[in-house]
């Protein structure tokens, strides 16, 4: 793999990383909806389940709700 795919992978998995950790419990939701993938979807699952207690843990601000609620009292929709 070529030194710009790995920077850019390395970014993406960062942002996504980022993403989740001040998302709320967006991710997590999405990780329960996802289709039935047999044993696989479990271990995903369980996975989210521990990523989760360590996010709550750090308790960290949840910005995509503040964001969502700055733009609503901004734009006259709240």
């Known amino acids: 793999m070529t030194r710009p795919a790995v920077t850019f992978l390395a970014t993406l998995w960062l942002a996504l990383a980022l993403a989740w950790l001040f998302s709320g ?3 997590l ?10 044993p696989v979807d479990d271990w995903i699952i369980a996975a989210a389940l ?6 709550r843990a750090l308790d960290p601000p949840d910005l995509f709700a ?6 609503h009292r901004w734009t006259g929709l709240a």
Do not use: I, Q, T, W
């Open 50 to 55: 521990a990523l989760e207690d360590v996010r």
């Open 25 to 27: 419990e967006r991710f």
């Open 66 to 71: 503040a964001l969502r609620a700055a733009l």
């Open 29 to 38: 939701d999405l990780v329960f909806a996802m289709p039935d993938a047999g």
